[in-house]
Structure formats: structure tokens, C-alpha cells
């Protein structure tokens, strides 16, 4: 194996997101060097994750000479709020941000919500687009706690840990449990094998 | 002039836009004759509505054998919205609605709203695209009121006839004030002097 071939790139141009999936990646002790690249994607309007991942990593291919991926995350309130923000979650944050969706479900006594990450992998040396995916149920907490994480984080209860939401765990707690760290373990067990 | 450059297309999967769009073109008179093509078009995540239309123009234009255009919309909450629903419009509509919309301004006095619509249009004859754009100011309404148009018209009020919603005017009053029908008298404009 040569250099190039240990260099992934992730492109992103979110550095908290780059930030959590290095620590992923220096806990596995990775042979696999990550690097940023901040290019700009297409990203469509479309109703799943996949499709937009899809549509993404395409759009930057002929610009990355390597192995690389990107990576898209969804909030989705499949109830009461019929799966919104869903793909477009980066937009509602920057708009109606969490005190809006707080207000949107105040009148409902149950919510049920659940993150997905969707990981789009092209590997260079096979040409070769691969998935990977991961999902955490939870529901939608009644107010804004904790100051970890970013976007939905501080009002996502988790199911698997019922008294906190994603904000109140630390990068590490958080990691095991999420939806990008679900994702990130599936690419990182492909690359070791590789 | 032969009956081809006489007939333009209408790329859109809404039968409610079609019609309206027809009702406009029955008035004026003209010498076109207009037809609808339900082609799947491809919609990008972008904050300009223009942005949207040529991606979405070029999306189909190899599909297309003549004059087309694809028109887009959007409902902006400028205050105290950020622009919330902006070119998301109708995804916004189909999850959380307009009572959606409504309990999130609640407790504000004040809003500040506008509808914007923008057409691209692919002139086969001369191979160029041309834009044509339609705005209207007003504010939210505190309650859903009327019967006619479809989206958000029944929250909207326009500043120029403040005691109605745009569900609350006759298709023709609506026509004269609205930005679709702005839009399109200029796109109509544009084609009578050709």
C-alpha cells in the first residue's frame, strides 16, 4: 500500500462533524490518515438521505483525486411532525432552530424522533460508491439542555439513555451511541479489512 | 412562424400551478398555445429561488424538444422567520403546515412575509434562458381563512388588499397581485413581442 492509498478524504465544510469523526477515528488507531477537503457539493431536495449522499459525492468526484467520502445526517420527528426537518434539517436549525421545533410539538404529550447518518463512500482503488448507515431512535425533549454536540443535539433524548439528551453526553458517550458513530464504525470495520 | 414555435411547455407536476398558469395565458390571449410536461425534475438545497430554477431548467433540457419553462415559488417569512420556509416551501407545507406555521409565530405582534416567484425560461429558437421574476409583500395572517388558491395562500395577507388572505380572492383577483402573476406577465410580455 502507498501513501496515497492510507489518505481518506472526508468532504465537509462542517468542521464540528470533522472534528467528532477524527476522534472516531484516532480511537480505532486507524492506519488511515483523514483529511478535510471543504468543496462545495450539490446537495438536491430529495425525501431520503441516500439520494442526497448520492447525488452529493457525484457531484465532487472529478474534483477529488483519492479515496473519499461524505457524509449527511437527518433529524426526522416522525411524530407528530411527519418526519420534518428530515434532510432538511441544516436549514430548519439555522431558521426556526430548536426553539421552533419545540414549539411546533408543544401540545403533544408523546414524540418519536430518530437521527440517521448515511456515509457515501467512493473507493478509489475498486471504483466502487459503498453505504454506510446508522440510526438512533428517541423522542424530543420538552426543553434545550446541555452544551455538547451541535444542531438537534441539545433537545434528542435518545431511547438507549432515557434521562439525557445528546448534548448532556460527552463526545465519547455520545460516539458509541449515535447515529454517525454507528456509520463511522461500519466504514472504519470495511477499511481495516481492506 | 410554424406551430411548433407556437407552443410552449410547462414543466411542472402541479396540476394547481398548470391551471393557473393557464387561466393567465386564456386572458391575455395569446397566440401560444400552452401544454404540460410532468417530467421529474432535479431540485437543489440553495437559498435563491434562481438558483433552484436553473439547476432545475438544465436538469430537463435534454428532454424537452421546443420552448419551456419550469417556474418556482416560495413563501418567505422574513421576520421572525429568517426566511423560514423560503425555497423548502413545499416540503414545509406537506410536514408541518400552515398550523405549523401559525404556532410558530404566535407570540409575535408583527411579521414580515413575502411570496416570490421566479420562471426560467429556455428559448428553443434563440437558445438562451431568461428569467422572469414576480414579488408580493405582506404579513401572516393569525388564522387560516379562506377556500381558494392552495399552499400557504389561506395564512398570507398582501399589504396592497390587507382584509384578505390570498384564499379569500377569486382566482382573477389573485392573478392581477400575485408573483406568479407577475412573473408571468412579463414572461407573456417578453412572448407577445416576439
Known amino acids: 500500500m502507498n501513501n496515497d492509498e492510507n489518505t481518506v478524504y472526508f468532504v ?11 476522534e472516531i477515528f ?3 488507531n486507524m492506519k488511515y490518515d483523514l483529511k478535510q477537503r471543504d468543496i462545495k457539493t450539490t446537495e438536491i431536495q430529495a425525501h431520503s438521505l441516500r439520494e442526497v449522499a448520492l447525488f452529493k459525492l457525484n457531484s465532487v468526484k472529478n474534483s477529488i483525486d483519492g479515496s473519499f467520502f461524505i457524509e449527511d445526517a437527518g433529524f426526522f420527528i416522525d411524530s407528530p411532525l411527519k418526519g420534518f426537518p428530515g434532510v432538511y ?4 436549525l439555522k431558521t426556526i432552530g430548536n426553539e421552533g421545533i419545540l414549539k411546533l410539538i408543544d401540545d403533544f404529550e ?8 448515511i456515509i457515501a463512500f467512493y473507493h478509489k482503488f475498486i471504483d466502487k460508491i459503498l453505504f454506510f448507515e446508522g440510526n438512533v431512535e428517541g423522542r424530543v425533549s420538552n426543553t434545550i439542555r446541555g452544551k455538547g454536540g451541535f444542531g438537534f443535539d441539545p433537545i434528542f433524548i435518545p431511547n438507549i439513555l432515557p434521562d439525557k439528551t445528546f ?3 460527552s463526545a465519547e458517550e455520545k460516539n458509541k451511541i ?3 458513530g454507528q456509520a463511522f464504525t461500519k ?4 477499511l481495516e479489512k481492506k
Open 12 to 22: 465537509t465544510g462542517n468542521k464540528f462533524k470533522f472534528q467528532e469523526v477524527s
Open 26 to 28: 484516532k480511537d480505532k
Open 89 to 92: 434539517s441544516s436549514y430548519v
Open 110 to 117: 408523546l414524540s418519536k424522533a430518530h437521527f440517521s447518518a
Open 167 to 169: 448534548a448532556e453526553l
Open 178 to 180: 449515535s447515529h454517525r
Open 187 to 190: 466504514l472504519l470495520d470495511y
